[in-house]
């Protein structure tokens, strides 16, 4: 058998999950105030709260009033969350935000913390029982006592900071607020600020608000910046931020003399849809018809601007980029259809007010599980801020929290900005259960880079690499050639717009061609494909460049087996997962073993530190026989690496009093042991995608596997969490024949099936 022939990946990863016990866990050293610092500290800091209470103008307050407790600098985890705090002095908790804070390390080296802080919902009443019991040092149990001594500060936010999210220059525009949650009392919440905003002369015509089943409530209002200083005074107000929609996000645009190739011969449809929301199209056009269905959502009439845009966003799902087609070719026939869903332009063309658009979105996604892919090419401009989610950003993660649908969305065009905090990642991009789509292009050494104007991370708290990764985007050196609204000629563009629809297409052709290949497992596919220059995620190219071809993705390349796996985990068990491995091969090379976990999460909308509600944390152990011994000498722990499948020596180290550890050796480059939750964070704990890189000597590796232990947050109610992963392995120069001996020594494993494009395809 020729080695060098590509074969499909791998699937039924999952027969080689087995559950795993984590064992014990070790304690971390106090550094908290003690129960009389922290009662003295908080009942003075309920003294300031409620004297500001008292100064405040009825109007901006309700019965129920919201303060910020803020939480210890190292006591962010879920299992330092201030629970039975709160519940002992009859509150509610409303959601939650990081907090940062400046520190010089031993070193001198400057880094900033982080910490979190909690909204919670209290009446005045309630507080000053507090303030009485805190006094008395009466009535706490044990549970209450820890959480107040995690406390740092707890006080009432005059929201002055919301005010600094507007640029000096801000006159007016809309703006998006955002109302805590208030349960039982939300339309009173409502209600108020409505009165609010009208006593400031805000047009009531042009509010638009939406509240969920969470109870948080979005507003988009058209207002001015002395109506604005009024209305941030209001305590239910979790945030505020502006909302700039810049027609539709291209670099530059125009027309060539390049001439279009001709249309395909066949008209066929096609069983794989990708749907996209964008400003419409003409059906009618050779390129499109009969490949493309258009629906008109939006009952606004159609803009040649929108029409024009949309036209390129369809014709490079259909087609790709145009510049490998000349004039005397025919394009090929798409493996893919299109449904186009008119969104733009707005009731007011004068006022584009992503809302609407946005209750389209929710209004057809539903109504359309047969489309598995999205591609979303708009959105509002600005760059994302960590304490502000926006509702583009939670209606995308509400829509695809189960993994049954997946949307691709070009992450901006501001990446060139001068101000580096305006060039980041654009909602709804940062949708942790999304993809988030940058730009590359060619480069004058033969490599790629990012597009100068392509935005760039860091994301959200959930999923901090974004974009995922970069599509071929274009530039004015290199344009991206697109199918014409009119006309035969080639148009020519670039941005983030059109790298999006190239990834949405290969997102629907791989799960529309492979069995048993869900939106969730596409995606993890796609992040693994990806190829960075450095061989590690950053935030201006993500995880590198996506694999050209559907083929790179789908099928092995000898020395290299990709295997994927999709499971689902009750939160806190944990998993074995095995990694196919050969360990008995005459190769004394290197072995690079890659893995990438996606993750599908419910969130919640109001606590932005707290975003993603499951999460998996994995662990390597690349070999099962490297173990650590310990033994205590002169009151001090040594500790010893000892190979185990020598049983004389482990006999002769445990007689001499070394005890091992319970588990195997982890590879320590991504392990969280010892880490504080701040650490486990960086290392993206909590986050729907992990992608790790592990390169080794052969003779370093035996029998490797990865613990997949899920978590979810306290009262979250979820059930399971819902995992794909891929898992390769590249024995990087073996001649031996890796796939045969692979599917040979783990028989369970199935090629995976890979439809042929005629088996999609239709004759209309």
């Known amino acids: 058998m020729n080695n060098n022939k590509k074969r499909p990946i791998l699937a039924k990863g999952e027969e080689y999950i087995i559950p795993h016990d984590l064992g014990k866990s070790f304690p971390t050293k106090d550094k908290r105030p003690t129960f009389d610092e922290a009662r003295l500290r908080l009942g003075n800091n309920i003294n300031t709260i409620m004297t500001n209470i008292d100064n405040s103008p009825k109007e901006y307050l309700l019965d129920d009033i919201v303060v910020n407790v803020k939480m210890h600098i190292d006591y962010s985890a879920k299992s330092y969350h201030p629970s039975d705090f709160i519940e002992s002095i009859g509150a509610e908790d409303v959601g939650s935000k990081k907090w940062t804070k400046k520190e010089t390390d031993s070193k001198g080296k400057d880094k900033t913390r982080i910490g979190k802080e909690v909204f919670v919902k209290i009446k005045k009443n309630s507080l000053q029982d507090l303030q009485r019991k805190l006094q008395s040092n009466y009535g706490f149990s044990k549970g209450t006592i820890d959480n107040i001594r995690s406390i740092d500060d707890m006080y009432l936010d005059s929201h002055l900071d919301l005010i600094n999210k507007f640029p000096l220059e801000w006159k007016n525009g809309r703006v998006e607020f955002v109302l805590h949650p208030f349960s039982l009392n939300v339309n009173e919440s409502i209600d108020r600020f409505l009165l609010l905003l009208k006593s400031n002369n805000v047009n009531m015509e042009k509010i638009r608000y939406k509240t969920y089943d969470s109870g948080i409530t979005f507003f988009s209002v058209l207002i001015n910046r002395t109506a604005l200083n009024n209305v941030v005074k209001y305590n239910p107000l979790r945030t505020a931020r502006p909302i700039r929609v810049s027609s539709l996000p291209t670099i530059r645009s125009g027309g060539s003399n390049l001439i279009m190739p001709k249309p395909p011969l066949e008209k066929t449809k096609s069983s794989i849809k990708v749907g996209i929301f964008d400003g419409g199209l003409d059906g009618t056009l050779a390129f499109l018809q009969g490949f493309v269905t258009e629906h008109n959502p939006a009952s606004t009439p159609k803009i040649d601007g929108y029409i024009k845009h949309g036209t390129g966003v369809a014709g490079a799902i259909l087609y790709g980029e145009l510049s490998n087609y000349s004039a005397n070719q025919v394009l090929p026939t798409p493996t893919i259809n299109v449904e186009s869903f008119r969104v733009l332009p707005t009731s007011d063309p004068m006022d584009v007010d992503l809302y609407e658009v946005i209750d389209i979105i929710e209004d057809v996604v539903p109504k359309n599980p047969d489309i598995k892919v999205f591609n979303l090419s708009l959105g509002p401009d600005g760059a994302i801020e960590d304490d502000d989610i926006s509702r583009f950003t939670y209606a995308i993660d509400e829509l695809s929290k189960d993994g049954q649908r997946l949307f691709v969305v070009a992450v901006g065009n501001d990446g060139n900005l001068p101000d580096e905090k305006l060039c980041r990642v654009q909602s709804p991009s940062d949708a942790v259960n999304c993809i988030g789509v940058g730009a590359y292009v060619p480069s004058k050494n033969g490599n790629v880079d990012r597009a100068s104007y392509s935005s760039y991370g860091d994301g959200r708290e959930g999923c901090k690499i974004k974009p995922d990764f970069l599509e071929f985007g274009g530039d004015e050196n290199r344009p991206f050639q697109l199918v014409p609204h009119h006309g035969n000629n080639k148009q020519l563009s670039a941005g983030t717009s059109f790298a999006s629809p190239i990834v949405a297409a290969k997102a629907g052709e791989i799960i529309g061609r492979c069995e ?206 819902n995992f794909a992963a891929v898992a390769s392995v590249n024995y990087v120069k073996s001649e031996e024949d890796i796939y045969e001996l692979t599917t040979k020594a783990f028989n369970k494993l199935e090629a995976i099936n890979i439809k042929a494009t005629n088996e999609v395809l239709v004759r209309i």
């Open 516 to 721: 048993n290949v869900n939106p969730l497992i596409a995606r993890a596919l796609l992040v693994h494909s990806a190829k960075h220059p450095e061989d590690k995620a950053d935030k201006y190219m993500g995880h590198g460049i996506l694999a050209e071809s559907i083929n790179e993705i789908l099928l092995c390349d000898n020395p290299q087996i990709v295997t994927i796996y999709s499971h689902k985990i009750r939160p806190t068990q944990a998993i074995k997962l095995q990694i196919p491995f050969l360990n008995d091969l005459s190769y004394k090379g290197t072995v690079v073993i890659e893995w990438t976990i996606a993750v599908a999460t419910p969130t919640k909308s109001k606590d932005s530190e707290d975003y993603t509600l499951s999460c998996i944390e994995d662990t390597f152990y690349p070999n099962i026989d490297k173990f650590t011994f310990v033994k205590s000498v002169d009151e001090k722990q040594i500790t010893k690496a000892v190979d185990c499948s020598d049983v004389e020596a482990v006999n002769r180290l445990i007689a001499d009093g070394w005890i091992s550890r319970e588990t195997p050796n982890s590879f320590s480059n991504f392990s969280n042991k010892y880490k504080t939750e701040e650490e486990r964070r960086n290392n993206f704990k909590w986050d729907t995608i992990i992608k790790r890189r592990a390169s080794m000597k052969y003779s370093s590796i035996k029998n490797p596997y990865l613990v997949l232990h899920a978590m979810d947050r306290g009262n979250s109610n979820v059930d399971f969490v």
